[in-house]
Every structure is written in structure tokens, then in C-alpha cells.
């Protein structure tokens, strides 16, 4: 007799949005009960960047059903006016999971003459996880250097910065400080692109595994997980944040504190050890594979400095080759047009304030695929590892 009343509920359960989490970004547009519609755009953050990361949980879901996730770009200008174009928030697929660890790719949508995105999602439970890409989010950062730290004992965790929002901004050094080289691998300085922090973990994890034993013995390395910890707590985009990202930040007095702090650790650890290698993980634009942005001035290089930077890409192209492979030549941001401008981006910045023996460079890693999982961006960041170890044990500061 109690199963009828059940029942009924159940069958009359009706389809709801939750972003009351860690990174949960999305605003209703229509939601139809009837037919199992629901348009969503990204929420739009004022003056937080780029309105094209979006992570919700739907409800209300019966197992077996099909329903239709539609996604359009945000209608709002996120600077004056400046529309988001709709392909920076329409992945390929979508991303699903039903309990917020493991991900995988919806069949792939299909995009409208109205530039809205629908993709046909089978439901497998009551309530489904769906995002933009598989979600690393501050919760994870610290799960993985925890990880991490019970590994390797001798690793040693930091807080680099207090955020502008009160939050932690995280760290882990692996090998002495004195070390005969000197590391830093630091990722998502724009917050919406989740990817380069998953490359960054599958590197990490590459890098504390037994494979990686030579190079951490001699070798000191500083990761950071998350950058802009502030917005991917959020769920915000971060990318021309005013008054400005965390990748054009990197000025004489720049305005947020984790950027100073890592000026500060960068500048020490180069005036005492020397900086062998800077790497800063980013995704790029929908239609774009993997590569590396390497230093405007390359063809003019000379000695030490251009053998370094043209043996990197040729050792990254050798190791780099999972799930697709990465490009064999550099490419240059020419969309940035002054020098001005150049010189507060990261990779600049770290050119202009260490030696001819360092290489700093921005792994980009194409997001707009079904092979980007969380194990495809993993197999990346482990490419990235090999192609350190390599790199490392020909002693880039040879003459």
C-alpha cells in the first residue's frame, strides 16, 4: 500500500539546477518540464572575465529517460560592451558524471543556426553532474597534493598567497632547495580553462612516480595546481578580469597577491639556484590542438639560450604523443601587440627576470574533444614529465 504514494512522486519528480558548490556556474534560461528541456548560459560574474565555464547538478532525472541540455553564450556584455562569442562555452560534448569523480563525454551535440548548442543526454540516475569539461576545482588541488605529500615524505607543502577572497592558494616543492635545478610548473591562471590543472595533476603524479626518480634527484620542483583560485571556486572565467587576469598581471605592483608571491619565489630561487625551467599550463581556443607558445624573439636567439629553447621542442615533440601529440614548432601569441603588454604576461616576465639558460614557456592544450578526459589530459601532463626528465639530464646549463 505505502509503494503507490511513492510512486507517484517519483513519476511526477520535476527536472531542478544546483550550482551550490565548488565551481557550479549556470543560469536557467527555460526549463520544460514537459518535454525535458533545459537551456542554460554561463552565469555572468561581474567584472571576474569571461562568462564560457559552466558546472551543474540536474535532478529530478528518471534512469533510462532522455533529456536535452541546451547551452547558449551568456547575452550579457562581460566588459563594456563585449559579448562572449557562443564557442568558448559549446564544447564538442558535454561532460557527465553521476558522482562528481569520474567523467565522461556526452554524445556530441549539435549546434543550431541560432548558435545554440543541444546535446541528447540518456539519463543514468536520479541526478547527473554536467560541465563544460571534467572540473578541477581548489577541493581537488588539495586532494592531489595531499596525495602527493603522503608519497614522497620529503615533499613539502606551501601556501603561496591568500587570495584577494581570503582563500588558500596551494603549493608542493619535491627535491632539495639547493638542488642543481630548479623547476616550476604552475597552472590556471585563468580559471576557466580546468584543463591545464589537469594536465598539471597528470604531470604531478608522473612526477612522483618511480619513473621519475632520476630527475627528482637532482632536480628542485615548485607546482602550483590552481593560480586563480578566486574564480575557479566560483565557477568564473577569469580571462580579461578587471581590472585585469592573472596572466597580464605579472607588473612591477601587480594587483593580486599570488602573483606578487610567486615574482618573489621566482626572483629567489633564480638569484640563488638558477631557474632551469618555467612551464604555465593553459587551454586555447576551440578549434586549436596542442602547442607550446614560445618566445617572440626565438629566431633571433643565439648560444645558450636558442639551443635550449629549440631542444625543448624537439624533446616535447618525442614525448608529448598521447592522446594526440603535440606540436613540433613553436607558435607565438601575436594577438598580443605590445611589448608593454608582452612583459606582463608570465612567460615574459619570467624571460626578462632570470638568465640565457632558462626557458620559459605556455603548454596549450586543446580542449574541444572527447579525448580530453581526465585520463587524457593525464597522459599529457605525463608526456610533459618525460619530456622534463630528457631535457633535465642533458644539463641545459652545459656552455
Not at 76 to 88: I, S
Request: glycine fraction near 10%; charge should be neutral; hydrophobic fraction near 40%.
Amino acid at each position: 500500500m505505502c509503494l503507490l504514494p511513492l510512486f507517484a512522486i517519483a513519476a511526477h519528480a520535476e527536472l531542478s539546477v544546483r550550482t551550490d558548490f565548488e565551481g557550479g556556474n549556470a543560469e536557467v534560461v527555460t526549463l520544460d518540464q514537459a518535454t525535458k528541456t533545459l537551456r542554460i548560459m554561463p552565469a555572468l560574474h561581474e567584472g571576474r572575465g569571461w562568462p564560457c565555464w559552466w558546472s551543474f547538478k540536474l535532478e529530478g532525472l528518471t534512469a533510462g529517460e532522455t533529456f536535452t541540455l541546451e547551452v547558449q553564450a551568456q547575452s550579457k556584455p562581460y566588459r563594456e560592451g563585449t559579448v562572449l562569442a557562443a564557442a568558448w562555452c559549446q564544447p564538442k560534448c558535454a561532460w557527465l558524471s553521476l558522482d562528481g569523480e569520474a567523467w565522461k563525454p556526452s554524445s556530441p551535440g549539435t549546434l543550431s543556426a541560432e548558435k545554440v548548442m543541444r546535446y541528447s543526454i540518456k539519463a543514468e540516475g536520479a541526478q547527473m553532474s554536467l560541465a563544460w569539461g571534467p572540473p578541477f576545482v581548489p577541493a581537488d588541488a588539495e586532494k592531489l597534493l595531499a596525495g602527493i605529500a603522503a608519497k614522497l615524505p620529503e615533499a613539502k607543502r606551501f601556501e603561496l598567497a591568500k587570495t584577494r577572497g581570503g582563500r588558500p592558494v596551494i603549493g608542493i616543492r619535491i627535491g632539495a632547495e639547493n638542488a642543481a635545478h630548479q623547476v616550476w610548473v604552475g597552472s590556471r591562471q585563468h580559471a576557466w580553462e580546468a584543463g591545464g590543472s589537469q594536465v598539471g595533476r597528470g604531470f604531478i603524479q608522473w612526477y612522483a612516480s618511480d619513473e621519475a626518480k632520476a630527475l627528482r634527484a637532482n632536480t628542485c620542483l615548485h607546482f602550483i595546481p590552481i593560480m586563480d583560485v578566486d574564480n575557479a571556486a566560483m565557477g568564473a572565467g577569469g580571462k580579461e578580469a578587471v581590472p585585469r587576469d592573472h596572466n597580464r598581471d605579472w607588473a612591477d605592483e601587480p594587483v593580486y597577491p599570488e602573483v606578487a608571491a610567486a615574482q618573489r619565489m621566482i626572483r629567489d630561487i633564480h638569484s640563488k639556484h638558477g631557474l632551469d625551467v618555467f612551464i604555465d599550463l593553459h587551454n586555447p581556443g576551440a578549434s586549436d590542438p596542442i602547442f607550446f607558445f614560445g618566445p617572440f624573439a626565438f629566431e633571433r636567439m643565439t648560444g645558450v639560450q636558442q639551443r635550449n629553447y629549440q631542444r625543448w621542442i624537439q624533446i616535447a615533440a618525442d614525448s608529448i604523443i598521447e592522446p594526440l601529440k603535440v606540436e613540433p614548432k613553436y607558435r607565438f601569441a601575436t594577438y598580443v601587440k605590445t611589448d608593454e603588454e608582452r612583459a606582463r604576461m608570465s612567460s615574459g616576465w619570467v624571460r626578462d627576470h632570470t638568465g640565457n639558460a632558462t626557458i620559459s614557456v605556455t603548454l596549450e592544450t586543446g580542449w574541444n574533444s572527447p579525448l580530453m578526459s581526465v585520463e587524457g589530459y593525464g597522459k599529457i601532463g605525463a608526456g610533459l614529465g618525460r619530456a622534463l626528465g630528457t631535457y633535465i639530464s642533458e644539463n641545459p646549463r652545459r656552455e
